[in-house]
Nanobody, 119 residues
Framework: QVQLVESGGGLVQPGGSLRLSCAAS????????MGWYRQAPGKQRELVAA???????HYADAVKGRFTISRDNAKNTMYLQMNSLKSEDTAVYSC?????????????WGQGTQVTVSS
């Protein structure tokens, strides 16, 4: 079992910045990948960025050059630094962890945090 708790969402003006955090607890040694997803009203959930246990990162084209995903293994926390925010970044952002136990993958999700980009 893995528990994920997000924080850091809020209201920001276009061009501004926010940093999201995702604190993991439980059987974190079994996490192979962590990521941030977002879902805007009326749209499907989409992957924003992901980072593997070895530090390999992946970004959606829409956020490349603006967002940075990172993890602090000592604090069991993942971050998403979001710069140059646009109105289209408005969504509920959720933290995800992929866990493999005995060759079976399990997915865990946080509760989500609202990010609103508006003037």
């Amino acid at each position: 079992q893995v528990q994920l708790v997000e924080s850091g969402g809020g209201l920001v003006q276009p061009g501004g910045s926010l940093r999201l955090s995702c604190a993991a607890s439980g059987t974190i040694f079994s996490i192979i990948v962590m990521g941030w997803y977002r879902q805007a009203p009326g749209k499907q959930r989409e992957l924003v960025a992901a980072i593997t246990s070895s530090g390999i990162t992946h970004y959606a084209d829409a956020v490349k050059g603006r967002f940075t995903i990172s993890r602090d293994n000592a604090k069991n926390t993942m971050y998403l630094q979001m710069n140059s925010l646009k109105s289209e970044d408005t969504a509920v952002y959720s933290c995800h962890a992929g866990v493999v136990v005995k060759a079976t993958q399990y997915d865990y999700w946080g509760q989500g945090t609202q990010v609103t980009v508006s003037s």
